[in-house]
């Protein structure tokens, strides 16, 4: 997948090139595109480039299908116009049509017509005579320029609304590759680094991290659950490493208890970022990073404990993997 990832980064780079620079056809750019909607799994937008890159499909009434229709829509192919078979009205209602011809019909035929257009200037005409009388000038091809003009003028036009359409999506998908390639290795570094404190501190975590993202393979949300009660066991599990737990509770400032026993890892834990940090802020900061997780993870642990079902999506169990990451990487870096 980072192989697939990198690929589409690189080839998005290398489609707003093309556009940017018009080096190469519009249509082999929808062909581009249509391999980057590919890489990424984007089914929806390979649908779309589908039918700008092989024609739109019609139904048997000459209508286009209602799939075909969302694809001109989406492409910006849609227009209004007065409706031809309302001829009683002084005010026709208007209807919304569509133009289907293909990026590649369209350039044709700007190509053709501007090869037109060369031959369609005005001869030389030779007006000396003897007789009195003028001689009959021959009429121009004006109309027939302006005629491949309005050829040439409607189809770039309309190649210009699908090429912005195209341009846009390219352009968001490049930012969004560009800004996930960051994050992907802002959070790999800190993986890497996690890796290899627990690999010597509690070497368990490791293995139930690899439960973890196993879990999140699954389409059942039971396993999700499973994932982010794991996160738990892990956090736990590293708390009774760096302060283990006590029957005695710690005393603190005006006379309150705070127990530190085996299901309080939590205060065991934020109390060993105080022993250890010199920064008020980054144990506050963190210690609240902490109490929050820990009280989502307890929710869920409970409701295991419970029989019953806490409800957990995959993005939310992805989420707290990643706070857990990011958690005990603060906390080993002390």
Not at 181 to 199: A, G, S
Request: proline fraction near 3%.
């Amino acid at each position: 997948m980072k192989l697939r990832t990198s690929e589409a980064l690189e080839l998005s780079e290398e489609i707003l090139r093309n556009f940017e620079l018009s080096e190469i056809p519009t249509q082999n750019i929808v062909l581009k595109c249509l391999r980057l909607a590919r890489l990424i799994n984007d089914f929806e937008s390979v649908e779309w480039i589908r039918y700008e890159a092989n024609g739109f499909e019609r139904k048997s009434n000459g209508y286009l299908t209602a799939e075909s229709w969302k694809a001109a829509t989406k492409s910006g192919r849609t227009y209004f116009i007065d409706d031809p078979n309302d001829k009683t009205s002084k005010t026709p209602k208007r209807v919304e049509r569509a133009f289907t011809d293909t990026i590649a019909v369209m350039e044709a035929s700007v190509n053709a017509a501007r090869s037109r257009m060369e031959v369609a200037y005005d001869r030389n005409v030779s007006i000396s005579s003897q007789s009195d009388l003028l001689p009959i000038i021959p009429p121009g091809n004006a109309s027939e320029r302006n005629s491949i003009l309005q050829l040439i003028r409607t189809n770039t036009e309309r190649i210009e609304i699908v090429r912005s359409r195209l341009y846009q999506y390219v352009f968001n998908l490049n930012y969004e590759l560009k800004f996930g390639e960051i994050t992907e290795d802002i959070f790999t570094k800190k993986r890497i680094f996690v890796d290899t404190k627990l690999k010597d501190i509690c070497p368990e975590a490791i293995r139930k991290f690899i439960s973890v993202y196993e879990n999140l393979k699954s389409d059942n949300d039971e396993d999700w659950a499973n994932a982010v009660h794991t996160c738990r066991r892990i956090i736990k599990e590293v708390a009774d490493v760096l302060y283990p737990p006590t029957d005695e509770p710690i005393l603190l400032p005006g006379g309150k208890q705070l127990k530190i026993g085996g299901d309080q890892y939590i205060n065991r834990l934020i109390q060993y970022i105080e022993s250890k940090s010199t920064s008020e802020k980054f144990t506050s900061i963190v210690g609240s990073h902490l109490k929050f997780i820990g009280e989502r993870l307890d929710g869920v642990h409970e409701a295991a404990n419970k029989g019953t079902h806490a409800e957990v999506t995959l993005e939310e169990a992805e989420r707290y993997i990643i706070y857990t990451y990011l958690v005990i990487g603060d906390i080993l870096s002390l």
